[in-house]
């Protein structure tokens, strides 16, 4: 195993961590420099040095502007395999697409699908490494599928008795709380434990619940360690320099996701294969009086929901601070509701696998719509696990939290 000489290991070291602290993302929000733990070079070196490691990442993964994989072999890091989540390493894949094994061409280091025939490492996978390095951008929504790979993670880490450091990230809808609290007999890949849409926590802070709350079952092991980013707080509007899959292009989209995901539960097109997906939402059958956009085929969304017709609907596009405005820290749900009232045939406006279910992480949302409950109605029957579920999230937080 190569072995860095000592002063040679600290210039290097010194270099990097220059490097990576000279364009942090910068926040208007906050008095300091935000620092992804990945660019904390200085805390975790030290933990790898002669060990046989795994990362856990995808094209989110930088040091600056490098990626991890790439700064850590430089470092004479011994990067034994590559572990990849939902759109592949290098975040190119459709969402939803099954990701294949590879060789990463960059680095010639084996890739491991874990969007494919498995959603966690095998012990096979395992036997000849010694640390998980989990580094990847979560965008704060639970359907958001990174927080279940973690969750596959450590589990298997657990299993096979493996250390696991997780370089924790900001999270650019971590500065609210709110949506249904998902029921676990709706528990998929989608949604797995009993937290609302968006959690308001660090993916960090996430790990420290899973373990802490048992929902991973330790079995005695505390092999976990989270390096924490520096300059973030609950405060924070943290936008991130590069994007976090494909049809999350900017960070309008990452704001509007949490609300209008939903409409991935629909016959509507969320705007996938559109120029704003996630803030272009429409249908054909919708009045031709309102915006319209065609989806198309792109890279990340080569078949998208209605490809090539004109749909009709809304344009929820704006300035960042525009679109901050209205989402107004909160789950809307009103272009929902709206939308169902508009389409002509009711029946026909919830696609037939009532995905709608496991993306509410219940039943009671579409019953509610059809039914012509208010927003307001819809809302309250949220509060008393949402209100539960804001006290069990202060036992795990890192940062200072909005409130």
């Known amino acids: 195993m190569m072995r860095i000489p000592t002063l040679f290991f600290s210039l290097c070291l010194l270099l990097l961590h220059s490097c990576a602290v000279a364009n942090p993302s910068a926040d208007k929000h906050a008095s300091t420099k935000i620092v992804p733990a990945a660019e904390r070079l200085d805390k975790y070196l030290p933990m790898i040095r002669n060990k046989r490691v795994a990362v856990f990442g995808n094209n989110t993964s930088m040091v600056g502007d490098k990626h991890l994989v790439d700064t850590l072999k430089k470092l004479g890091v011994n990067i034994v395999k590559i572990f990849a989540p939902e759109h592949g390493f290098r975040g190119t894949a459709d969402a939803g697409a099954k990701v294949d094994n590879s060789i990463d061409q960059n680095t010639g280091i084996q890739v491991v699908s874990l969007y494919g025939k498995k959603l966690r490492p095998s012990k096979d996978d395992l036997a000849d490494v010694d640390i998980i390095i989990f580094d990847i951008q979560d965008v704060g929504a639970r ?57 308001g926590m660090t993916i960090g802070e996430y790990g420290k619940m899973l373990i802490g709350e048992q929902w991973v079952k330790t079995n005695g092991w505390n092999k976990l360690t989270i390096i924490e980013c520096a300059g973030y707080d609950h405060t924070s509007r943290y936008q991130l320099p590069v994007r976090p899959s494909p049809n999350l292009p900017e960070m309008q989209s990452i704001y509007w996701y949490p609300s209008t995901c939903f409409f991935e539960g629909t016959v509507l097109s969320e705007g996938r294969g559109s120029e704003k997906p996630f803030q272009y939402i429409g249908h054909p059958a919708l009045p031709s009086t309102m915006f319209s956009f065609v989806p198309v085929s792109k890279a990340g969304a080569t078949n998208p929901k209605l490809k090539d017709k004109t749909c009709y609907g809304y344009n929820l596009s704006g300035s960042i601070d525009e679109v901050l405005k209205k989402v107004n820290g909160r789950i809307q749900i009103g272009y929902l509701i709206d939308a169902y009232k508009l389409f002509p045939v009711k029946d026909s406006f919830f696609l037939a696998n009532k995905f709608i279910n496991k993306l509410a992480g219940n039943d009671i949302l579409m019953k509610q719509i059809r039914e012509g409950k208010s927003e307001q109605e819809i809302r309250s029957g949220w509060q008393p696990k949402l209100t539960a579920f804001k006290q069990l999230r202060k036992k795990y937080l890192l940062y200072k939290d909005f409130e």
């Open 143 to 199: 359907f958001y599928t990174y927080i279940n790979s973690l969750e596959e993670c450590l589990k298997s880490a657990i299993e096979s008795n493996k250390s696991f450091l997780l370089l924790d990230r900001p999270n650019p809808n971590g500065f609210y709380v709110d949506g249904p609290v998902l029921d676990t007999s709706f528990r998929s890949f989608v949604g797995m434990q009993p937290i609302p849409v968006v959690y």
